[in-house]
């Protein structure tokens, strides 16, 4: 697993295999080139490749995030429902143990979620077109 924040050195996802880009239309994660990575400079750990939904979206803006603004200042269009976005691990449990974890993209989201969750809870969320190879 890479941990100096080199972009270019491959990553693995949480099924062992080489960490896919999340998104690129919204550009997310730390980096902000469409993968999930982890990165020891990412305090916040947005390694979850999230599908969000209106209700995730909705309780993260009642956490005080808000993702659905547009903040053009940050070149952020503002996310909507069934976007892939970069979520923190900790705001994605949050959301679980208030039964709004948006689903998640298992390709897309980083082995080094495997500390904090379980691959059994993972699957549980696995975004209904995820493929296993």
Known sequence: MRTDGNADEEEANVLGTALAPCSRAPETGYLRDGHCRHLPSDRGRHEMCAVVTQEFLEFS???GNDLVTPRPEFDFPGLHPG???CVCVGRWLEACEADCAPPLVLEATS???LDD???A???EYAHDGETEE
Request: aromatic share 6%; with cysteine.
């Open 61 to 63: 803006r009642d956490q």
């Open 121 to 123: 809870t993972l699957r």
């Open 117 to 119: 969750v379980p691959l």
């Open 111 to 113: 082995a080094a979620v």
């Open 83 to 85: 976007d892939c976005w």
